[in-house]
Structures are given as C-alpha cells and as structure tokens.
C-alpha cells in the first residue's frame, strides 16, 4: 500500500525565518496526486497545495513545494514564516484508487515565535 | 455557502451506547468520505461513498457503519461505543475519478467514558 512520511513531529522556527517541512511516499502507482493540508487548531484540514506533475513547483499563501518523483519528495517550504502560519501540516497523497481515499502522513506541527 | 457541514460538534457518552454524526455536502461533489483523527492527530480513512457503492476499509470494527441518503448526505453510526472511538470524525467530499482536492467538514469529536 502507500505510505506517506513526514519525518518532524514539530518544527519551530521565529518569526520571519525560513521554514521546511520534509515529506516523502512510497507508492506503486503511476498516476498519484499529492497534497499539503493545513489544519489550525480546532478547524477542518483546508487544502494548502496540490501537485500532479513532476518537477513543476507550486505555490500558494507565500508555500511552494515541488514534486520530485526521482527521490519521491514533496516537501513544503516558506521563504518567510509568520505567526499565523503555526497550525498542523498534512501531507497526503491519493493513487489511482479512489475508494482508497487521501493516504496521510502523521503531521507535523509548526509554531511561530515572535 | 458551499461546503461540508457537520453535526454534531462534539458528543459526550457512555461506553455501549449507539451515536450516530451527521454529514452534508453541498459542493456538488459525487463522493464522500468518513477519516477518523485520533489523539495523536493520526488521519485514517474509514469509509469512502460513491454512486452508491461504499467501500470500507478493512481495519474498521463492524460497530461503524455509514449511512447515506443521497450523494450530498453520508452519515455515520457506531452502535456500541467503545473507550478507543474517542477521536474527532472527519467529513470529506470530492469528485470521483479526477484526484480532486478533498474538502473535510470541521469534525465531530466523540469522547467516551
């Protein structure tokens, strides 16, 4: 089956400071779809980013990441970090298999420090 | 408004008891699913719901079962709670068959005593 890692349980950084959030997946499927979830403190996990391509970044909010199909790697990186940035970060992937849902891994915490 | 609603917010109980959480989409989309959120914020999916074939997912106790009216209403009932169904159930739909983005309702958390 697929498998998502997100190696940081928490991650804090100050104010203003670049911020990265590692994630890799293994996965025997061509056709996969990747995803950066955010989800604030007693909110719905809200879609952050989304990828399909190989190689090509994304970027939305001030976040890019690029998918890397070579090392299997997604990860999701802000140049400038702001405190409203500390939330729960998703990253999750779906295969072909629809019914199979969004195959998350355990998420990693960010909070901001002045 | 379009999105995925949830009720109730959060439900108290007692072991053995039946609970049954609400979900409604109104974002058109053609599935839906149920994730459990447990107290180490692990997502897991439970249920997925598409054209009125629902897929369970193996390692879910017989206890759960989903209920839907249409596409746009995926409801979920656990007959007899145990201490371990403790968690927050989150709602998502999307649409079949494009790898989508998933939209989650705000969750209904359930604690058991």
């Known amino acids: 089956g697929d498998s998502v890692t997100q190696t940081e349980g928490l991650v804090t950084v100050t104010e203003g400071l670049p911020v990265k959030l590692n994630c890799t997946y293994q996965?025997?499927?061509?056709?996969?779809?990747f995803f950066w979830y955010v989800q604030y403190l007693n909110e719905a996990p809200q879609v952050l980013l989304k990828?399909?391509?190989?190689?090509k970044r994304t970027e939305h909010q001030g976040f890019h990441a690029t998918l890397h199909k070579s090392s299997s790697s997604f990860h999701l990186q802000k140049s400038s970090a702001q405190l409203s940035d500390s939330a729960l970060y998703y990253c999750?992937?779906?295969?072909?298999?629809?019914?199979?849902?969004?195959?998350f891994g355990l998420g990693t915490r960010v909070s901001v420090f002045p | 408004e379009t999105a995925v609603f949830q009720t109730p917010n959060y439900h108290v109980t007692q072991v053995g008891n039946e609970v049954s959480f609400n979900c409604k989409q109104t974002?058109?989309?053609?599935?839906m699913y149920w994730y459990k959120q447990d107290s180490k914020k692990l997502l897991k999916i439970m249920f997925s719901y598409n054209n009125k074939q629902l897929i369970v997912n193996e390692t879910v106790p017989r206890r759960f079962s989903p209920q839907s009216s249409d596409k746009a209403h995926l409801n979920l009932r656990i007959k007899s709670v145990e201490p371990e169904d403790s968690a927050v159930y989150l709602c998502a739909s999307t649409n079949w068959g494009n790898q989508d983005t998933q939209y989650f309702g705000p969750g209904t958390r359930l604690l058991v005593l």
């Open positions: 974002l058109g989309h053609d599935t």
């Open positions: 990828s399909s391509t190989d190689n």
């Open positions: 999750a992937l779906s295969d072909h298999d629809y019914a199979q849902g969004l195959t």
């Open positions: 996965t025997t499927y061509l056709t996969i779809a």
